[in-house]
């Protein structure tokens, strides 16, 4: 199989990496399990740009390699195209791959062995998924979902700047906390109430609209 591989040399892990020995194990790695790679190193403003011709080519695996934001993008790339998607987590965070059982560490991740590929979810629940995307122009996402995505986490604080990181030498977790509050509100309203409200924010006025035309 021919893949092509679409590093994020600006992800946390890989902006620490000796990127040339990296490439040239992993190289290795696939080219004796049969596989041609191809790599592409490119800076975090451009990697949309990468994936989007990687998911153009004729390769039949596009590697993305970086945090959970790259892992997104090309999985929204290759959605409906005949390509596998592999992931090799390289961010801060990585839930994506922790979701999905790959190994955190860079070796590991490549060397997963079966080669094997899976779908996440059932295809009734898939096919109802595009359905409401399509209608409401959303992502959806379930409370088991977003439960897979926040694992248990060691929190360490430094008590001085990282301007490594930045150069404001801080870092925002709000993401984490506040991914599934939306959902878990209008879930509430919807089982104290009767109501499904699909929009943002929750008015008194939606319900009061829904409980006319019952």
């Not at 079966?114 to 009734?124: H, L, V």
């Not at 509050?181 to 829904?210: K, N, S």
Request: proline share 3%; charged share 20%.
């Amino acid at each position: 199989m021919r893949f092509i591989a679409v590093l994020n040399q600006d992800g946390g892990t890989l902006r620490t990496t000796n990127l040339d020995a990296f490439c040239d194990r992993m190289t290795g790695t696939l080219e004796k399990a049969g596989h041609r790679v191809d790599v592409e190193r490119v800076a975090g403003g451009e990697i949309e740009a990468a994936l989007a011709k990687a998911a153009a080519s004729h390769a039949d695996v596009v590697l993305a390699g970086g945090g959970d934001g790259t892992a997104s993008a090309a999985a929204g790339m290759l959605m409906g195209k005949k390509k596998a998607l592999a992931i090799l987590p390289a961010g801060t965070m990585n839930l994506v791959a922790r979701g999905l059982g790959i190994p955190l560490s860079l070796d590991g991740a490549v060397a997963m062995g079966s080669g094997s590929s899976r779908w996440i979810t059932g295809p009734e629940a898939r096919a109802h998924a595009h359905l409401e995307r399509a209608r409401h122009e959303a992502i959806l996402v379930g409370k088991g979902t977003v439960a897979a995505d926040a694992p248990a986490l060691d929190v360490s604080f430094l008590d001085y700047p990282d301007t490594i990181f930045n150069e404001l030498g801080a870092r925002g977790i709000a993401e984490i906390g506040l991914a599934g509050i939306a959902a878990a509100i209008t879930g509430a309203v919807y089982h104290a109430t009767g109501v499904r409200v699909r929009r943002l924010p929750v008015m008194i006025e939606d319900l009061l609209a829904a409980g006319k035309t019952a």
